[in-house]
């Protein structure tokens, strides 16, 4: 391996050890704690360009984004100048409007609802998801599941069917999760993304998405 080959990999390797510590970040008059799951890491230290466009590409123009993490593995791609698989990435976003309010747990109840109201009702319990995009439009998400429906998390399961770029391909199916998490006041958005090949990506995505709440809950716990 060529010697800048290898520094390139030192020194994304220590990026991504750099990246992978917990933070706070100012919101309003407040202070968050805020971290990536194990595996994953922010992105901001990168300065990058395109990797903040693909994150900010991920939620609305009206919020900003807190956190965008990619895995451990696309991280020191990146950095060694490779490219990624970029399969699975993660983002914590506030609406910009709402940064100097401070929501009651019954406001964040009604923020949760009307979010909810227009996204149908999920499959049955056992559907395969595959078979349930097929019948969805192409790159519409569709609600999956609810995962938690609590006085300050509601969190849901989405997926959607991707048309084949070329003619006899299959289709390609992606799942991500959104939750609306209220932190001291604030009405935080997580959302995770993942390509849907297997039924193990599902059980992922449902996972990792279970474990950040309880950390991200943990870290701004008073």
Same mark, same amino acid.
């Given at each position: 391996?060529? &010697? $800048?080959?290898?520094?390139?990999?030192?020194?994304?390797?220590?990026? &991504?050890?750099?990246?992978?510590?917990?933070?706070? !970040?100012?919101?309003?008059?407040?202070?968050?704690?805020?971290?990536?799951?194990?595996?994953?890491?922010?992105?901001?230290? /990168?300065?990058?360009?395109?990797?903040?466009?693909?994150?900010?590409?991920?939620?609305? +123009?009206?919020?900003? !984004? %807190?956190?965008?993490?990619?895995?451990?593995?696309?991280?020191?791609?990146? $950095?060694?100048?490779?490219?990624?698989?970029? *399969?699975?990435?993660?983002?914590?976003?506030?609406? *910009?409007?709402?940064?100097?309010?401070?929501?009651?747990?019954?406001?964040?109840?009604?923020?949760?609802?009307?979010? #909810?109201?227009?996204?149908?009702? @999920?499959?049955?319990?056992?559907?395969?998801?595959?078979?349930?995009?097929?019948?969805?439009? +192409?790159?519409?998400?569709?609600?999956?599941?609810?995962?938690?429906?609590? @006085?300050?998390? $509601?969190?849901?399961?989405?997926?959607?069917?991707?048309?084949?770029?070329?003619?006899?391909? @299959?289709? /390609?199916?992606?799942?991500?999760? /959104?939750?609306?998490?209220? %932190?001291?006041?604030?009405?935080?958005? #997580?959302? !995770?993304?993942?390509?849907?090949? /297997?039924?193990?990506?599902?059980?992922?995505?449902?996972? &990792?998405?279970?474990?950040?709440?309880?950390?991200?809950?943990?870290?701004?716990?008073?």
């Amino acid at each position: 391996m060529p &010697v $800048m080959r290898i520094l390139a990999a030192l020194l994304a390797a220590f990026a &991504v050890e750099c990246a992978a510590t917990p933070f706070a !970040v100012q919101v309003g008059d407040t202070r968050l704690g805020i971290d990536a799951p194990p595996g994953f890491a922010d992105t901001a230290f /990168t300065g990058s360009p395109r990797l903040q466009d693909l994150g900010e590409s991920l939620t609305s +123009a009206s919020n900003r !984004v %807190l956190l965008f993490a990619i895995s451990d593995a696309d991280l020191r791609a990146f $950095m060694a100048g490779d490219r990624g698989e970029m *399969k699975r990435y993660m983002l914590i976003a506030i609406s *910009k409007g709402s940064e100097q309010d401070s929501l009651s747990a019954g406001a964040f109840a009604k923020l949760a609802g009307s979010s #909810l109201r227009d996204l149908g009702e @999920p499959p049955p319990a056992g559907t395969e998801y595959p078979r349930y995009l097929d019948r969805q439009p +192409a790159g519409r998400s569709a609600l999956l599941a609810e995962l938690a429906k609590e @006085p300050t998390v $509601m969190s849901i399961l989405q997926g959607s069917r991707l048309p084949p770029q070329r003619r006899n391909e @299959p289709p /390609t199916y992606v799942l991500s999760t /959104t939750t609306l998490l209220l %932190l001291r006041g604030k009405a935080i958005n #997580l959302a !995770v993304y993942s390509a849907y090949e /297997t039924d193990l990506d599902a059980e992922w995505i449902r996972t &990792v998405t279970a474990r950040w709440i309880d950390e991200i809950k943990r870290l701004n716990a008073r």
